[in-house]
Every structure is written in structure tokens, then in C-alpha cells.
């Protein structure tokens, strides 16, 4: 399947995802998005996903991770809050280890998983596909989609995925029957009825530890402010997920033509999502 068969997805279609607030919207209107991230291992990359989550706009980001990590996530955002209560569209899994998940932790990811709601699956969460009652997307790269399909009986090793990558994704979306997003250089974003976009990286700088989790986060923040939509159209989510796609290649274009085309960290990244979002809404 050659990558010409894709669709492009442009800054005009991207614009039509981004939620301008209005002014009768408040805190929860604008939508809350909860996120069950990070582990006493990988707290950075709680940090990294809810950072992400404030900088693309939502109405309140709430941190349901493990205890251990919770003090990072607040020294860091203060503004996140990590009691228990609404959500609208959750984030799991990225900095999680699925061989080590505590009793907890797998009751929490369930609850989550059971609730309806939209639920984007990242890293130590992929192998919880096919639990979910919602809108669900996956957020593999190359390595995790090899083993996720694996683990499923379906051959394919990590080169046989980076061979051919767009028909690996298409693949998962049809047997898994969710919204996949594989990243990579090209990012693949299809779902189960044929709809499929690729959108290049403007920079491969972006090849860096922690930007995937920041990818997370954009997107758990994207669905939960078309959480409404998402209730009665499930499709949305491929747009919504192209969208994030976009709006983290932009953010990656703008945070290195900050440093004269120099590196950027996954931070650097996250801090340049207010500029992109600012500007697909100008
Ligand atoms: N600051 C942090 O706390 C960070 C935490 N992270 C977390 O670290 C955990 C492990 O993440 P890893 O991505 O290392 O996953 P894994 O350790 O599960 O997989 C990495 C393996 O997959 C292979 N692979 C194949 N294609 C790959 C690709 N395109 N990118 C990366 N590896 C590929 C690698 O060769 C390697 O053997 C995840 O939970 C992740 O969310 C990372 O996001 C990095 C930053
Ligand atoms: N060669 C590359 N060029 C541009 N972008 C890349 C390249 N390789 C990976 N990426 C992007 O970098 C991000 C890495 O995410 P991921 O593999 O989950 O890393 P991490 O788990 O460390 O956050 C993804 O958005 C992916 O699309």
C-alpha cells in the first residue's frame, strides 16, 4: 500500500478542531481531560503528557496517576488537579510499565476503560485494547504496534511494521477495530472503516525521548474538548487525532525555528502548542 493512497491533513482541516472559548463556557464545558500516566520509573513522562494537555487548551487536566508521581506533576503545573471527579476524555498509559501494573493501577486503567468515555491508549496501556466501550485510539510506534499485534497472533516483527508501515496501521485498525495512530517520521492515522491520513514530521529533531508522551497529551486534550461530539459520533476521533498530529508537527517546526533549526526537547515541544493553537485559530 503506497503512501499516496493517504490522505494529507492540512492546517485549514486541523483549524476546524480547535475549540475557541466562548463566552458562556466554563471550566468543565470546555472539557476536562484526565490522564493515568506516569510511574515511579517514568514520572517525566506524566509531567510531559499533562504540560502538553494544559498548553493545547482545555478546561481543566486531571491527574489520576500513581501517588509516587503526583508531587513531580504539581511542582511542575500547580494548576492540575488530582482529585478524583469528572473527566471527559482520558489518556493512559504513557510512562506506564504493563509487566509491572500494580492492583491499583489495573483497577484505575479498567474503571477508565469502562467508563464510555473517549480514551486515547499510549505505551503501557496498549495491550488493554479490545476492554474499552468507547471512542478509543491507540498511539503505538513501530516496536509497541510489532508487539501489540503479537500478542494478538498476528506475525509481525518491528522491520516487517518499519517496511511497510501505513499497511501495518491500517491492519490494526481493521482487527483491533480502534483508531490507530502509528508514529514514526510518517505518522499513520487510520481507523476501521478505510479513513487514513499521513502526515510527515517538518523535523526529524522530533525523534527524541518524551515527545510521544506530549503527542498523548495534545490529543487527550483535543478529545475531551469535543467531548460532546465524540458522545454521538465516534468517527470524529480520526480527525481529532490527525489534528494532534498536526498541531505536534507544528509545534515541533516552530520550537526549532526558535533555536535557528537547532534540537528541541520534548518540553521545548510542549511549550510551543499555545503558538500553533493560537494560529490555526487566527
Ligand atoms: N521522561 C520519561 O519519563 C519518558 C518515559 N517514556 C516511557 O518509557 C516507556 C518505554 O518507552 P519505549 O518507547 O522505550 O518503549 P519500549 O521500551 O517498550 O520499546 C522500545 C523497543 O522498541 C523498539 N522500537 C522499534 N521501533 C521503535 C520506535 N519507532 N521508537 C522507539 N522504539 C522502537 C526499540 O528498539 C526498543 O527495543 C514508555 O512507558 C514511555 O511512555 C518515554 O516516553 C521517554 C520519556
Ligand atoms: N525520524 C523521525 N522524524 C520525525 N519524527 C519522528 C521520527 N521518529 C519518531 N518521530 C516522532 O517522535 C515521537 C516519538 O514518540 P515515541 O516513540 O512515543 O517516544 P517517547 O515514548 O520517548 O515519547 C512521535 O511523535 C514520532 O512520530
Known sequence: MGRDSW?????????????RPAADDDKYRRGVVGLFTGSAEYPGAAVLGVEAAHRTGVGMVRYAGPKAVRAAVLAHRPETVVQPGRVQAWVLGSGLDAGHRSFLTSGELQHALASGLPVVLDA?????????????????????????????????????VRADPGAWAARAARELRVVTLLKGATTYVCDPEGTRFALHASTHWLAAAGT??????????????????????????????????????????????????????????????PRVVGSLLG
Open 212 to 273: 510521544g508522551d506530549v503527542l498523548a497529551g495534545i490529543l487527550g486534550a483535543l478529545a475531551a474538548t469535543h467531548h460532546e461530539i465524540l458522545s454521538t459520533d465516534a468517527t470524529a476521533l480520526t480527525r481529532i487525532a490527525a489534528t494532534a498530529v498536526f498541531v505536534h508537527g507544528e509545534a515541533a517546526r516552530l520550537a526549532s525555528d526558535h533555536v535557528a533549526g537547532g534540537p528541541i526537547t520534548a518540553l521545548d515541544l510542549a511549550g510551543a502548542i
Open 124 to 160: 503501557g496501556a496498549l495491550d488493554l485494547v479490545g476492554t474499552h466501550t468507547g471512542p478509543t485510539v491507540i498511539t503505538p510506534h513501530a516496536g509497541e504496534l510489532a508487539r501489540l499485534l503479537s500478542s494478538r497472533e498476528i506475525d509481525a516483527t518491528v522491520d516487517d
Open 7 to 19: 490522505g494529507q491533513w492540512s492546517a485549514a482541516e486541523a483549524a476546524d478542531w480547535i475549540r
